[in-house]
């Protein structure tokens, strides 16, 4: 996948880096609310595109963001960041599956409760990355859903190699 930039998170990342708490409170205030609150628009309406579900996706990632400002490597996906969390806990898998599932009208609560796990076990979340993939979230491919699929599950095959390799070795 390309590394694309959203400037709506690029801004967030320069309200994180100034340590604009205030801005950020303001932020988290939107959590759950479809279409943000009004001390979310100075820093969200600049970036809104066109479409109703476009830009429901920019107060989500938002508020989010606002939850967990963490600084993150590019282009992890959420399949990669529950993967990390289900090393501690054997109930992630279960956690994940239900967000793959999700109808697009309520991925919205489901990335909440990720967000909220990835924030505890201290695993940062690339918001250029989320907002792009749940741009395509509805695709009727379902290759968001695939992608992080394969990054949860796929690397079982990779361990799976790796074991094969060593034993060829003896």
């Not at 491919?141 to 599950?153: E, G, H, I, M």
């Amino acid at each position: 996948m390309e590394k694309k930039e959203h400037p709506l998170v690029t801004r967030l990342e320069k309200l994180r880096d100034a340590k604009d708490r205030a801005a950020l409170a303001k932020l988290r205030h939107g959590i759950g609310k479809r279409m943000g609150t009004p001390e979310m628009f100075p820093y969200v309406v600049p970036y809104l595109p066109k479409s109703q579900r476009g830009q429901e996706h920019c107060f989500l990632v938002a508020s989010l963001f606002a939850m967990h400002p963490a600084e993150s490597s590019r282009d992890v996906s959420l399949g990669k960041v529950f993967r990390l969390m289900s090393l501690n806990s054997e109930s992630i898998e279960k956690r994940f599956t239900s967000l793959l599932s999700a109808d697009p009208d309520d991925i919205g609560g489901h990335l909440r409760h990720a967000v909220s796990l990835a924030r505890s076990h201290g695993i940062p979340i690339d918001y250029h990355r989320l907002i792009h993939d749940l741009r395509n979230w509805d695709h009727p491919d379902r290759f968001v859903q695939l992608s992080w699929a394969k990054d949860f599950w796929g690397y079982e095959k990779q361990k799976f190699i790796d074991e094969m390799k060593k034993g060829e070795e003896l």
